[in-house]
């Protein structure tokens, strides 16, 4: 009889850059080292998110992905074979674990795995991500409230409408998402939405768990990591393209959110996978590639 592969708590098809330890919680960034055909069908037995920062990701979530990157909730227990076409790509994943997914509505509600496709459930993420991209001693407890508030958004809960994000705040969110190589004043952004500036900046801390400029910020640095992936263009047209008027500020953040310089953040991701069957070495602690035997 077949049985798929288990994964424990934040394991995956992955080579890890970096990741930050909460109380059941796990956030770690990771490049794929794995081409299609050897991803094996498996099963997560814990639950997590997974936002795709480069490459173009394959899911079975249920739903349509969004357009602009991936954003996925994996219930525990999810079996599947999500993988990154050709093997190239990268994800920020949230890994939470079964005692901490206990104290969450999403451990009852949440059963299936779906696309996450709103404006505050992507915006949490991107928040998180950003956060540990500038770790200090205030990041932890600010890192778990956005977990929090990111398995509320995915459990089917009713929701206060009072405390619902207004209709212009999602405007504003996708001006900022579309046109990246602006760089908008406060004035400018709340003038456009019809709302005074104090206002725009008091929601979208409230709703989105970030400023204007640090959404600014991670959409242009996921626009490189993106450009970096699917593109022979060179690094200062990459940091131009992105909207950074200045590479050396421009592969300082890099580095800072994804752990490496963009250079090598290029060649991880574009180095096409070995040959090879993976096993899981425990006492690494990371997935390896065995070579494949004449006979196999």
């Known amino acids: 009889m077949f049985r798929p592969l288990e994964f424990g708590h934040d394991t995956f098809f992955g080579d890890p850059r970096w990741s930050r330890s909460l109380d059941g919680i796990t956030l770690a960034h990771r490049t794929a080292n794995a081409p299609p055909e050897i991803v094996e069908t498996h099963t997560h037995l814990e639950a997590h998110f997974v936002l795709v920062t480069g490459g173009r990701y394959v899911s079975s979530a249920r739903g349509n992905a969004g357009p602009r990157s991936v954003f996925v909730y994996n219930p525990s ?11 190239k790509g990268a994800f920020f994943s949230i890994s939470l674990s ?8 999403a451990a009852a509600t949440a059963n299936v795995a779906v696309h996450l496709l709103d ?14 991209g500038r770790w ?3 990041s932890p407890l600010r890192a778990e409230c956005l977990c929090v508030e990111l398995l509320d958004t995915v459990s089917n809960a009713p929701q206060n409408n009072a405390k619902s994000p207004p209709r212009w705040l999602r405007a504003a969110y996708e001006l900022i998402c579309d046109q990246p190589a602006e760089t908008p004043g406060i004035r400018d952004l709340a003038g456009t939405v019809g709302v005074h500036p104090s206002h725009l900046a008091r929601a979208f801390r409230t709703f989105l768990g970030c400023t ?3 959404l600014l910020r991670a959409r242009r640095l996921e626009l490189a990591a993106a450009h970096l992936m699917d593109s022979r263009r060179g690094l200062a047209q990459v940091s131009l393209d992105s909207g950074f008027s200045d590479q050396a500020q421009f592969t300082k953040a890099f580095r800072r959110l994804y752990g490496v310089p963009p250079g090598v953040y290029r060649s991880l991701g574009g180095a096409r996978a070995r040959s090879g069957r993976l096993h899981f070495d425990k006492t690494a602690g990371r ?3 065995q070579a494949l035997s004449r006979g196999s």
Do not use: I, K, Q, Y
């Open 287 to 289: 997935w390896t590639r």
């Open 212 to 214: 204007p400029g640090d």
């Open 119 to 132: 404006t505050c459930e992507r915006a949490l993420a991107v928040a998180l991500l950003m956060e540990c």
């Open 136 to 138: 200090n001693g205030s």
């Open 98 to 105: 079964n005692s901490r997914l206990g104290d969450s509505a």
């Open 77 to 87: 227990g999810t079996t599947h074979r999500d993988h990154f076409v050709d093997g």
